[in-house]
C-alpha cells in the first residue's frame, strides 16, 4: 500500500521528461526546415551544460559573407536555462567581422549586475536592452541582425525590441563560444542551454514564433490520455 502512489509518481515524471525531450526533437526538426538555417544542436541528444566556469567553443557556420564584405541578415537561437550565478553572463559569442576580430557577445545579463540582457562589442562598448533578464526556468531566445545592421532581441516567440546603442552590427558567424565570452572563462554561464541554431537570413517574425511554437508544442491527447489510463491501471493492480 505504502508504493503506490510513489509509483504513479515516478511513471508520470518518466513521461514528463519524455514530453520534454519530444518538445527539444520538434523544436531541431522545425529549425532545421526553416529557411537559412545553416545549423542546430542539442549536442546529441545532451545539450550543453555550464558550471561558471569555462564556455563551450562552437562552430555557427558561415552567417554572413566573410572578409569585408557587404552583409545582410541573420539569426542566432538558443534555449536556456540559466541561474543569476554573476553579475555579467554571456548566452554566447559570434564573430561580427572574422578580418578584424569583432566578438559580439549576447548577454542574459548586461555588466554590471543590470538585470537586463545586452549586446558586447568586445573590447569596446555594452549595450543594454530594456527586456528583464530571465533566470532559472526555460526561455527561448532570438538574436536577430537586420538587413540595416540592427539587431532584435525575441523572447518566448515573441518581438520585444530593437537595439538602438549601434545600427552598424555584423554577424558573420564561424567559430564561437557558447556560455562565455570569447576568451571562454569570462561571463561564464551556470544552466543549461538545451539547443542552438543559426540562420544566414534574417527570420521573419513569423518564423521566429514557429520555432517557439514547435519547442512548446503540447503532447497529443491521446498520448496523455494513455498516460492517465495506465497509472489508473496501475494503482488499482496495486491494490488489489
Known sequence: MTHKFPSLLVL??????????????DWMVAAAATSGNVTVSNNGGAGFTF??????????????????????GSTV?????????????SIATVTGWSPGNEKNQF???????????????????????????????????????NNSGTIDLFLDGAYVETDTGKTNWRMDGGLGMLGA???GTTDVATGDMHGVASYDTALSNAEISNLY???TAIPEPSSISLLGLGG????????R
Open 232 to 239: 489508473l491501471s496501475l494503482l488499482l493492480r496495486r491494490r
Open 213 to 215: 511554437a514547435a519547442f
Open 181 to 183: 565570452r570569447s576568451n
Open 107 to 145: 548577454k542574459l545579463e548586461q555588466w554590471n549586475n543590470t538585470g537586463k540582457f545586452g549586446i558586447t562589442w568586445e573590447g569596446f562598448a555594452d549595450y543594454s536592452f530594456n527586456a528583464d533578464s530571465v533566470f532559472n526556468q526555460d526561455v527561448h531566445v532570438v538574436f536577430r541582425r
Open 77 to 89: 537561437e538558443f534555449i536556456i536555462n540559466f541561474a543569476d550565478s554573476g553579475p555579467s553572463l
Open 12 to 25: 508520470l515524471s518518466g513521461a514528463l521528461i519524455g514530453a520534454s525531450q519530444a518538445a527539444i526533437t
Open 51 to 72: 558550471d561558471g566556469t569555462s564556455g563551450i567553443a562552437y562552430d555557427f557556420g558561415e552567417l554572413d559573407a566573410l572578409g569585408g564584405k557587404p552583409v545582410d
